[in-house]
């Protein structure tokens, strides 16, 4: 393994000294600019903008900027098109390495599009490697069943590709065989360590402040680092820039209000202006289920949480702006088995673009502080609790060479970890900790004829743990005509935290954290283990074929090698010190060593034209895991899911197109779980040789079976949704929804209590009725 890293980091960096040799300081002119909205000055992401007749373009970015560059001397028309905008068209000439600066507006459309179809993603798909990675913008999540009368990022999540959600309830995420601590997810490039309530159904983000959402399900460049499965990289965007605006919702399921404006109003002349977004949402499912789900449970549906968060954005006149944001997000769920579940979490921070005056280049920067607090108190158990707090920071840099960019930064992190837990046989395991990260990285995009290019290095320095990982990582693209592409992903990956979670729950509920863990053992399968990180590897080969001008096939197939990892001690009964050395380290250690993989196919068809919407989407995947006592011991995770599938289709009526209808059914198969072979009076001896064993009562253990040994049934629903607009007046808006979740009804194992063996199910039929008015 050693050998053939190394040899990877070599071939990476012999690439990256090949590439950027020829075309670094190559000459011609630079146009670059920002696109936005005439409307609300909100930049206009993913866009085409490119010289008529020539092969010279560009796409925007989340910013809404783009960069043309390297382009001979000479007279050129600039056009700039995007579905639902009129078309903008202007002359330009390029005179020697002059680099000439737009702010450009686009109007909205004054007729009706359905007829024309101009998109940014075909031509994104051919100039973009995008391999194992989905783009998604609030448009697209409100194309599916708004389950409680709001659209929403973890309803949409559950669609994706290699995307695996244990259901209603629960809310956590597992990406191609990846757990949820080793999935990133960034906020405004902040760290939020729980993105989801404990009703699987919502996110703590609200859709109507997004602007964008990189999904990597594996294969990510060298900008991302501290995971070895997937990152989320949420972006929200800017208040509105010309007026006050804002939008109001209700449901049976929770209510929310969103407020934005200008603080200075942004002019058509491309002066500076500052903006504020405010977003508060709640659910007061427990009070509302005890009106309208009572046939449920008479005492209510135990979720409720909020969440708040608000931004101010400073821009100037050249499109570098400063962003000042916060956030408060909190969660309370009371189960029938659980006396007490919640966690909260908080933070804040900045970010900022910056654009140099006379480089075809941009800067980018971020400082965050978050935390995060869980709690879980089970009857019959003793309670856990964890939390995590710190800061990271970053600074990056692009520099744009003609259809080639060149991407480095410095990253830097630091977060307390501190938790207290009990493992299976009731040992307390507890531990305080902090940790600093320090990376370094480069990425390099060239485009070769047919062929992207994109290799990258991440140089990652475990200051606390005095741990170096190189990470060497590569992806290819291969336009072989003009409908079907070819696509290669790989690298490595390494970090630190782990998770607290105990794979003995049927259902776990419980994720705290930990970093770089002392007392792991010293060996594994008869090899020293030299580091205490966790490392894998990741292969993706995938095709993307055009079958039609609106349906685009997408196949990936993926394998994940999860070379190290650690994980809690579940059979731990000695303490580790000297009145035990004789015991193995598998009854005596906090954490165990483990190691696994994870591969599969995911497969995609979307079809996306005038009023329809169609999007099919199927996963096969293997998840294994394997631990040592006497011997190594295989087993697979309880998120192992071997059939996942989700039919979404939607459909929009009406002459003004104000009715629309959505369906969603998923079917996934039975997640693995251990098994309750039996139960023991367990006799703790508190008072030693002097414990009447005779009279005492004992505490109720469980005799568990083999780890994971058992599958529970299948899972799968049906969801409805239509929807109705009225136009009140040129900006105002009031939007009425109908949802049922669940249609048919389905009894979806939730989890068993082993104690009572009473079966707890997954949500039933549930209907709900929302209102929504924007103004």
């Given at each position: ?419 207290d837990f009990y493992n299976s046989v009731n040992r307390k395991i ?212 071997r059939h996942n599938v989700n039919l979404v289709g939607a459909y929009i ?123």
């Amino acid at each position: 393994m050693k050998l053939r890293n190394s040899f990877l980091t070599s071939l990476i960096i012999f690439l990256l000294i090949f590439l950027t040799s020829g075309d670094l300081f190559s000459q011609g002119g630079t146009i670059r600019g920002f696109i936005y909205e005439k409307e609300s000055g909100e930049p206009v992401i993913f866009t085409n903008a490119y010289l008529l007749k020539t092969k010279y373009g560009s796409t925007t970015d989340v910013n809404g900027f783009f960069v043309i560059s390297k382009i001979p001397e000479g007279s050129y028309t600039l056009m700039v098109t995007y579905l639902g905008y009129d078309t903008i068209s202007m002359p330009v000439t390029i005179k020697g390495d002059e680099i000439i600066f737009k702010k450009l507006f686009m109007k909205k459309a004054s007729y009706s599009l359905t007829s024309i179809t101009i998109s940014a993603d075909r031509e994104e798909a051919r100039t973009e490697t995008k391999t194992s990675v989905i783009k998604i913008t609030p448009k697209q999540i409100k194309q599916i069943p708004t389950i409680g009368g709001q659209p929403d990022l973890a309803q949409y999540l559950q669609v994706l590709p290699g995307v695996i959600f244990t259901g209603d309830q629960g809310g956590q995420l597992y990406i191609r065989g990846g757990s949820p601590i080793q999935n990133k997810v960034l906020l405004d490039g902040m760290i939020i360590y729980n993105p989801f309530h404990s009703i699987g159904l919502f996110s703590v983000f609200d859709t109507d402040i997004l602007r964008n959402a990189d999904i990597y399900t594996g294969g990510f460049g060298a900008e991302y680092g501290g995971r070895i499965s997937s990152v989320m990289d949420i972006t929200t965007r800017d208040g509105n820039k010309k007026r006050l605006s804002g939008k109001a919702a209700v449901s049976t399921f929770g209510a929310k209000l969103m407020l934005e404006g200008p603080i200075s109003k942004q002019k058509d002349d491309g002066q500076g202006s500052s903006s504020f977004i405010l977003s508060w949402k709640n659910s007061y499912l427990e009070q509302s289920s005890k009106i309208f789900y009572e046939y449920i449970d008479s005492a209510g549906l135990p979720f409720n949480y909020m969440d708040l968060y608000g931004k101010i954005s400073l821009n100037g006149a050249n499109g570098s702006k400063v962003n000042f944001f916060g956030f408060n997000f909190n969660d309370k769920v009371n189960y029938k088995a659980i006396s007490d579940y919640n966690w909260k979490s908080s933070g804040g921070g900045m970010n900022f673009l910056l654009i140099p005056g006379n480089s075809p280049a941009l800067i980018e920067g971020n400082l965050a502080f978050s935390n995060y607090k869980i709690s879980l108190t089970e009857q019959n158990r003793s309670p856990r609790t964890s939390s995590i707090s710190g800061f990271n920071m970053g600074l990056h840099f692009t520099y744009f060479v003609g259809k080639n960019t060149i991407k480095y930064g410095l990253e830097m992190l630091g977060f307390n970890t501190s938790f207290d837990f009990y493992n299976s046989v009731n040992r307390k395991i507890e531990q305080n900790d902090y940790t600093t990260e320090l990376a370094a990285y480069f990425k390099y995009k060239i485009t070769a004829g047919k062929v992207l290019i994109e290799p990258s290095i991440r140089i990652q320095w475990y200051a606390t743990l005095s741990n170096f990982s190189p990470e060497p990582r590569l992806a290819l693209k291969y336009n072989a005509t003009d409908r079907l592409r070819f696509k290669f992903a790989g690298g490595l990956y390494s970090q630190n935290l782990i998770s607290t979670s105990s794979d003995r729950d049927v259902v776990n509920l419980f994720y705290g954290f930990l970093s770089g863990p002392e007392n792991i053992q010293d060996e594994f399968d008869g090899e020293e283990i030299t580091h205490k990180l966790q490392k894998a590897q990741h292969l993706i080969l995938g095709m993307e074929y055009d079958l039609f001008s609106n349906v685009t096939i997408n196949l990936e197939t993926y394998y994940k090698n999860f070379s190290q990892l650690t994980n809690m001690n579940r059979n731990k009964v000695f303490d580790d010190n000297e009145q035990y050395t004789d015991e193995p380290d598998y009854l005596k250690k906090d954490f165990i060593i483990e190691r696994g993989n994870a591969y599969g196919i995911d497969f995609s068809l979307k079809y996306d034209f005038r009023r329809i919407y169609l999007w099919t989407v199927y996963s096969y995947g293997f998840v294994n895991r394997e631990y040592e006592e006497e011997e190594l011991i295989k087993y697979v995770p309880h998120y192992d899911r071997r059939h996942n599938v989700n039919l979404v289709g939607a459909y929009i009526l009406g002459e003004d197109m104000n009715w629309e209808i959505s369906l969603r059914w998923n079917f996934g198969s039975g997640f693995p779980f251990t098994q309750t072979q039996g139960f023991y009076e367990n006799i703790t001896f508190d008072d030693g040789i002097n414990t009447d064993y005779v009279i005492i009562n004992g505490e109720l253990q469980t005799l568990y079976a083999s780890l994971n040994e058992g599958r529970l049934p299948s899972y799968h629903r049906l969801d409805f949704t239509v929807k109705r607009k009225f136009f009140l007046g040129e900006r105002t808006l009031l939007e009425a929804n109908i949802s049922v979740t669940n249609i048919y009804d389905k009894d979806n194992i939730f989890y068993i209590n082993r104690m009572t063996s009473e079966k707890v199910y997954q949500l039933p039929i549930m209907p709900s009725f929302g209102l929504n008015f924007s103004f």
